[in-house]
C-alpha cells in the first residue's frame, strides 16, 4: 500500500519519512510505501489516524490517500480533500467522480476529451481500451488506466540532501579575529572533507557569528566552485578584516552552498595564468587595500559623458591573445580624479586665465567650447562645456563648466 | 544673411524631429531667406515645404540625402527642373530596384542622374568620385559646427580637400530639428529607429543639442575663421533656381482618331449617354450638359474625364460593379458618360461643388468598386494602360497618433510592456479619451504624473503626435501622368506585391496639381455583385440595379420599422435609433437618413430641428422667402454642403467658385482672417440683396453653424443608391443577400453572428457545413443558405476544392474514405469538420457529431503503407451524441457562429424566473417604464460626440436593444461593462414611435453559455 501527502507544507518529506524510508517528493505532494507499518501501527485506517496526527503535531495540512498504488494514491490526494482510504479493487468506484483535468494529460488529448464528451474519470474508463489505444496511442492506454485507478509506477526515491554546515559556541567571548579564525579553520576543514566525500564544491560561504547582541552575518560569493579548505578561510579572513564585526563573538557558524565542482581542461595553445584561486585571493586582497568598487577590468560606458567608465568583475578564463596590431598614435589624457575646482577669467567668451591649486597661468592658446549633455532622461542630468587650453608655460590642459563652475579636467601628454 | 541648405525634417523618418512647416516657422522667426530641405532617400516632405515656404516667403530648396550603395549618403541639391527630374528617378530607380529599406544607388545610377544636381561634399565620401562624377562646378565642399571635437578634425579634413581640389565652401548646421528642446525627441526617435531604449542607447544619442536652426549671427560667429562658407551657402542659395511650382506635370492624354479631338469624343460620347439616360427632349438636361461642357473644354479636362470614362467601360466589360461617388455626382456628364448613377437633374445637384473655373483644382472623382479582387482588376488595368511609370498609387503617410505615440515613445523610454498596454489601452481610440486631456489616462493606469520619467513620457509622446512614421499605401487613390511619373515624383514599392507608390499623399498631390482617381474598396459594391450573381444561379433571375422598382413598400417598410441589419449606410445603431422617427417614404428621405446620422451633423444640432419639423412639431420655416427653393427639400434645415453654396450665390450674389472657397473657408482648419474676410462679402452681397438686420445674422449664423458640418448632398445621394440597393435585396432575396454578406465578412457593423440571427428572425433557414454539399463559399439550397467551408475555422480553400472536385466523382463513402481521397486534409480540419457536424451525412447511415470525431480520430491514425488503402474496423462509437449547449460549443468553436437555437433561449426559464423581458416583448410596455432586458452584448461604442454616453447592443432570440448608459453609470459599470460578453441591464425603457432603447441603471454579468462568446464590434 501507499500514502500520499498533498499540500504546501515544506516539511510534508520529513513527515513521509518518519513512517517510512521509500519517499518520493515532487511540487506539493509526497508519495511513501507503508507497506509493513500494519505490523507496528495496526490497520489502514490506523495508520492513517496516525500519519494525521503526526502532521497535526508538526503544524501541516494535507490531504491524505492511502491506495493499493501509488497513482491511485496521488489522484486521490492531488482532488480529494482531508484523509480518503481506498480499498483495493475499489479505486476505480472510489476516482470516478474526478474531472479528466485531474489527470493532466497534454493539451491535444484534453481537448480530444473534451470534443468526445469526457469530462469524468469515470467516462473516461468506461471507453473500450482498443478503441482508445487506437485513437490516442499509448498515451490513450495509460490515461484510461489511470482513470481505474491502476498503476505500477515505482518510487523515484533520493536522498535527503545533505547540509554543510557546522556551528561552534566559545566558552567565553572572543574579541580578536586570530582565535576566531582557528576555530573557522577546524570547520572549514572538516565541511570541504564532506564536501570531497559527496563530489560537492561550494561557491558560497556563508559566516554567522553569534555576538553578545544580536549576530553578525558575512556571505562571500566566490568566482567558481572550491573546495580547498585554506583558500576558503583565507577568503573568510579577507571579509572578515575588510568588514570586522562590531563586538565580542560568542559563537561561530558556517554553511557552505554545496554545487558540482568545476572541470578544467587546459588548452595546450593557452598561456600559462596563474591559478585561479590565487588569483582571486589576490584580487581579494587588492579590494580589502583599494575598497570593495576599485578593482576589476575598466570598462569603458557607452555614453557621451566624458571619463564614464565602470569596473566590472575580472574574467579568469584565460583566452588566447588577441591579434594586436600597432595602435594609431593618439593624443593621450591623463585625467585628474576627481576633478579639482578651477577659476577662470574669459575674455570674449573665451578662457584667459586660469587659476587652480595644480596648476594656474594665462592662456595663450584655446580650442573649443566642445558641448556634450545628456542623461536628460534621468535626475542625472548632466551638460558641459570643454575647452583645450595651452598655458604660458607650454603646458596643454583641458578645462570645463559644468552648473556654472570651472574644473581642471587633466593634462594632455 | 545665411541660407541653411541642409535640413532634414520628420519625413527622413525617424532621423528628423521637426515638421517641414515647422522649420519654415523657424526659418521666418530667424530671417533666414531659403532652405533646402534634403530628407534622406526622399522627398516626401517637399510639397508641405514648399507650401508653407510659399506662404512665408521663404526660398523653398530641394534635394535629399541618397544612401550610396559603396557607403554613407550623398547630399544632392536640386539647381533646375532637369535636375529635380534626375533626382526623383535617380531615387525610384534605386528604390524599385531593392527590397524595401535596402535601397542605395550605384556610382552609375549617381553618374546617370547626375545633371542638374548639385553635390555637398561633406568628408564621407571619397572627393575624386564626387567631382568625377557631378562635374568641378557641381560640388561644393560642407563644413558644420556642432562643437564636437571629432566634427571639428573632419572639418579640417573637408578644407583641406577642399582647398585641393579648388571647390567652394559652404557652412550649414546638418540640421535635424527646428529648435534645441526637439533634441530629446530626436534622441527617442533614434531609439525606435534602432530598436532599443533610451539606457541602451548609449552613443547612438546626440552628443548635444545643436543641430538646430541657428541665426545668421550665431553661424557668422561660429564660422568666425571661414567667413567665406556663409558666403558660399548664400551664393549657391542663390544659384538654386529650382521650386516645385516648376514641376512640369502633364495630365495623360486620351488617345483620339484622326480628325478628332478630346473634346470632340468627350461631346460625342456625353451625348450618345445623354440620349440613354435623358431621352431626346430633355431640354433642362441638354442646356446643363452643355454648360459643362463649355467649362469642362475650357479648363482642359476632357482627357481627364475620358480616362475616368475609360477606366469604367473597361468594369464595365469585364462585369466589374463600379459607380462613381462623391461630387462628381453633381455631374450632367458624369451621370451621362455612365460614371455615377445618380441622375444630377432629377435630384437638383449643384454642378458647382464639383467644379469651377475660379477654383484652379482638379475635380474629384471616386469610383466605388467591389473590394478584392474586382478592385485590384482594375489598378491593374490602370498600370496597364499607362505603364509602370506612368502610373502608381498614392502614398499614405503613416503618422504617429496617440496610442502608436505613447507605444514608441514608451519602449524607448523603457516602461516594461504591461505598463505600455495599460495606457494604450485607456488611450483616445473611439474617444475613450479626449485627445487633449491625458492625465487622466496616465493615473488610470496607475502612474504617477509627478515621476520625472511618467512626465518626460507625457510630454514627449505629445510632441511626436503627427510625425510621420512611415509611408503606406492609400486605399484607392491612383496617380497618372503623360510620360513619366518617376521624373515627377520618386517612386517606390508599396508592400503588396506589385504595387508602386508615389513619395507623396493625396494631399500633397492635390497641392501641386497632380490628378488622382480613387478607385474605392466598397464591401457592400462585393455583396451587390455576389448577390446578383446568385440571384441568377439559384432564381434564375436577372437583377439590374439600374432598373430596380423605385418605390418598393418592402423597402420602406424596413426602414421605418429600423429592421436595417446588414443593409449598407442605415444599419448602425444610431442610424437604427432615429430611423422609426424618420420614417423615410421616398428615395430623398432615404439621401437624408445616409447624410444626417453623421458625427458632423449629430454635433452641429442638425439632425433634431429637422427631425422635429419632420414630425411636425416644429413648422417649417425659412430664414428669407429667397432661400425657399434651396430649403424646402430639407423643411428649412440647411443639411448638405451644396445647400450651402446655394445660399450664398441666391442670398449674396456669390459666383460658383467664390461659394465653394466660403465652404473651404468655413471647413475644418478655419482661418479667423480669411473667415471675416469672406462674411464681410458675404453681408455686403446680402445687402446689395435687400438682406439686412436680423434676417441677414440668421443666415451668416445658418451657414457658419452647419458649414463644418454638412455633407455633400451628392455623396448622400450615391450612398443612398448603394443602400437602397442593399435594401431591396435583402427584402426580395433574402437568401442571396445573406450569402453574399457572409462571404464577404467582416463588413459592416454587425458580426456574422448577428447577421445569422437577424436572418433566422426573419424566416430564412441555414444549414450546417456538409463536406457532401458545402462550397468555399456560403450557397443557397432551396432558398435557405447553406454554410461554405469559409466558416470552418483553419480550414484551407485548397483542401475545400478537393472536396468539391472529388465527390462530383463519387460521395465519400466514409471519413476514412474522405481522408484517403483528400489527403491534403489536416488532423485540425477533419477534426473541426467532424465537430461541426459536416461529416454526418458522409456514409450510408447518418451519424451525430460525437461519432463523427470517434472515426474521424481513427481515420487520422498513421498505418503502414500495407494497410494504407484498407478502412479501418468500423465499430459503433462509445460516446453519447452532443446536447443543444454543447452543439452549441462545438459551432463556436469550430465557426464563430452557430445556426442553431441563440445561446439566450437556454437560459430562458431562468431569465423569466429573473422577471427579464425579451426585447420583442418590450414593444409593448409603455414608455418609461422600468424594466430588465438580458443578452448577447454585440456591440459597444462611445461616440465622440456623445459626451461620454456610451451605447451598447445587446441581442436576444427574438431581437436587438440599444441600451444607453450615463457617463456616471459607466463609470461606475465600467469594469463589467467591458468585461461580460452577456449582461442583464436594469433600467428605464424608452419606446418613442417604435425606437426602443433602455436608459441604464445598473449592468451585471448575464448566466449564459460560458463558452459560446462572439467577440462584439466595439468602439466602432
Known sequence: MFACLFGNSPRLPELAREFSPLVESAAEAVVFSIAGLNRLIGSTHQIASEISRRGAEMGITANLAIASNPPAAVLAARNIAGVTIIPPGQEADTLAALPVEALRASAEVSLTLLRWGIHTLGELAALPEMGLVERLGEEGSRLRRLALGQGDALLAIRPPASEYTARR??????????????????????????????????????????LDAGEFQRVIELPFPMRDARALLKQVQLSLEASPPPAAMTGIEIRLDPVEPRILQSGLFLPAA???????????????????????????????????????????????????????????????????????????????????????????????????SGDWWTDTAWSRDEWDAVLEDRGVYRIYCAAKQWFLDGSYD | MYAELHARSAFSFLEGASLPEDLIEECARLEIPAMALVDTDNVSGAPRFYKAAKKAGICPHIGAEVTAARGGRRVLLVENRTGYRNLCRLISTMKLRSAKGAAAATDDEFRQFAQGLICIANGSQP?????????????????????DRTGEVRNQQVAAIATKWKLPLIASNGIRYARASRRELMDVLTCVRNKTTIGEAGRLLERNAERYLKPARAMRRLFADTPEAIAGAMELSGRLQFTLADLGYEFPRYPVGPGETMDSVLRERTMSGALGRYGLHHEKAYRQIERELRLIEKLKLSGYFLIVWDIVEFCRRGGILVQGRGSAANSAVCYSLGITAVDPIKMELLFERFLSEERGEWPDIDLDLPSGGDRERAIQYVYQRYGKLGAAMTANVISYRSRSALRDVGKALDFDEETLNRISKLSSRGGWETENRPEPQFETAGLDVADARVAKLRSLSRQILDLPRHLGQHSGGMVICQGQLDSIVPLEPATMPGRVIVQWDKDDCADLGLIKVDLLGLGMMAVLRDSITLIRDHYREEVDLAQLPANDPAVYTALQKADTVGMFQVESRAQMSSLPRMRPKNFYDIVVQVAIIRPGPIAGNLMHPYLRRREGMERPVCPHPLLEPVLKRTLGVPLFQEQLLRMAMIAADFTGGEAEELRRAMGFKRSQQRMATIETRLRSGMAGKGIHGETQDKIVKAITAFALYGFPESHAASFALIAYASAYLKCHYPAAFLAAMLNNQPMGFYSALTLVKDAQRHGLHFLQVDVERSQWPCSI???????????????????????????????????????????????????????????????????????????????????????????????????KPMNPVERLHADFAGSGLSIGAHPMRFHREQLDCMRVATVAAMKHRPDGCHIRVAGMVICRQQPQTAKGFVFLSLEDETGIVNIILKPDVFARLRATVLSHAYLVVDGVLQNQRGAISVKAHDVRACPAPASAAVPSYDFH
Open chain 2, 127 to 147: 572627393m575624386e568620385t564626387l567631382v568625377d562624377v557631378h562635374g568641378p562646378g557641381n560640388v561644393y565642399a560642407e563644413l558644420q559646427r556642432h562643437l
Open chain 2, 781 to 879: 439550397e432551396e432558398r435557405a443558405v447553406r454554410l461554405g467551408f469559409n466558416y470552418v475555422k483553419g480550414f484551407r480553400q485548397r483542401t475545400a476544392e478537393t472536396i468539391v472536385i472529388e465527390r462530383t466523382q463519387s460521395p465519400f463513402s466514409s471519413i476514412d474514405d474522405l481522408r484517403r481521397r483528400v489527403p491534403s486534409i489536416s488532423k485540425d480540419e477533419l477534426k473541426t469538420l467532424a465537430g461541426l457536424g459536416a461529416l454526418n451525412r458522409t456514409g450510408s447511415e447518418p451519424r451525430h457529431r460525437r461519432d463523427a470525431l470517434w472515426q474521424s480520430e481513427l481515420a487520422l491514425r498513421p498505418v503502414s503503407e500495407l494497410l494504407e488503402n484498407t478502412a479501418p474496423p468500423q465499430a459503433p462509437s462509445p460516446l
Open chain 1, 169 to 210: 559556541e566559545f566558552d567565553d567571548p572572543v574579541e580578536l579575529l586570530e582565535p576566531l579564525l582557528f576555530a573557522a579553520s577546524a570547520q572549514l576543514q572538516e565541511l570541504t572533507r564532506k564536501l570531497d566525500d559527496d563530489g560537492q564544491a561550494t561557491n558560497r560561504i556563508t559566516v554567522n557569528l553569534m
Open chain 1, 274 to 372: 596563474p591559478e585561479p584561486e590565487k588569483l582571486h585571493l589576490l584580487l581579494s586582497r587588492l579590494k580589502v587595500l583599494a575598497g570593495e568598487d576599485r578593482v576589476g577590468s575598466p570598462e569603458i560606458l557607452n555614453t557621451h559623458r566624458p571619463d564614464a567608465y565602470r569596473f566590472r568583475p575580472c574574467a579568469f578564463e584565460p583566452s588566447l591573445p588577441k591579434d594586436t596590431a600597432r595602435p594609431h598614435p593618439r593624443l593621450a589624457i591623463r585625467y585628474f580624479r576627481p576633478p579639482p575646482m578651477a577659476r577662470v577669467i574669459l575674455h570674449e567668451g573665451r578662457p584667459r586665465r586660469l587659476l587652480s591649486e595644480r596648476v594656474s597661468g594665462g592662456i595663450v592658446q584655446t580650442a573649443g567650447p566642445w558641448r556634450t
